[in-house]
């Protein structure tokens, strides 16, 4: 249980593209999803946290026009990477929350998707 | 952006050998600890998840100790096998806030 899809796994996209990223949790449903970026050898660093319905909550130096997240319903949050650039390359994880469980606080993550931006 | 010249903790073990991999939180208010292993290219997979109101759980050959006297959250592999080369971290969270990791620590076995 508690399987967290992420589509697509890579993208290559030229310089001022923008591209979505989807996040899915399959077999149960999230209130809550975040959206985390992770740089080689690093710690996951959160970008973003979005509840089913309502607008994200972007951390501080995260700009909110340039990353658009949407979660439109209890198992798919969405985020765009609007006028890619090269520094945008990273590795985008999104993790979910679910709303019932021994552990609601516990949140479990999809397999990432890398992003290179040319 | 990237840190140039960052350099993940490394633990280097032999097949069969227990590993135990540390890690220090740092908000004393934090109530519940996760471990996940992070394998090249994917994304985190929990491991196992501690409560604050007990010191010690054990799952499928591994042990997770909770010490809240030092902040201390350690997390015990048996019987290590090749498979688990990874990344490890560690998360604190309080109540419903974000999850809060730890640096992460890369577990090499060799065989």
């Known amino acids: 249980g508690a399987v967290v899809s992420q589509h697509p796994s890579w993208v290559i996209c030229k310089s001022g593209t923008s591209v979505k990223i989807e996040c899915r949790s399959l077999?149960?449903?999230?209130?809550?999803m975040f959206w985390y970026r992770q740089f080689p050898k690093q710690s996951l660093m959160l970008m973003a946290t979005?509840?089913?319905?309502?607008?994200?909550?972007?951390e501080q130096g995260v700009e909110k026009d340039k990353f658009l997240i949407n979660h439109a319903s209890l198992t798919l949050s969405t985020l765009t990477v609007t006028s890619a650039h090269p520094e945008d390359s990273s590795f985008y994880i999104c993790?979910?929350?679910?709303?019932?469980?021994?552990?609601?606080?516990?949140?479990?993550f999809g397999p990432g998707t890398r992003l290179l931006v040319l | 952006g990237e840190s140039v010249g960052l350099h993940l903790p490394t633990l280097s073990v032999q097949e069969g050998d227990n590993s135990i991999i540390n890690c220090a939180y740092s908000n004393s208010a934090s109530d519940y600890f996760i471990w996940y292993k992070q394998e090249s290219g994917k994304g985190p997979q929990f491991i196992i998840d501690?409560?604050?109101?007990?010191d010690k759980r054990q799952g499928q050959r591994v042990t997770v100790l909770l010490n809240k006297t030092v902040k201390h959250l350690s997390l015990q592999i048996a019987a290590t096998q090749p498979g688990d080369s990874a990344v490890y971290f560690c998360a604190e969270i309080e109540g419903y806030s974000t999850l809060t990791f730890g640096k992460g620590t890369m577990l090499l076995v060799s065989p």
């Open positions: 501690i409560r604050s109101n007990m």
């Open positions: 993790s979910a929350r679910s709303t019932s469980g021994r552990y609601q606080e516990t949140q479990y």
């Open positions: 979005s509840n089913e319905g309502s607008k994200a909550t972007y």
């Open positions: 077999d149960f449903q999230a209130t809550t």
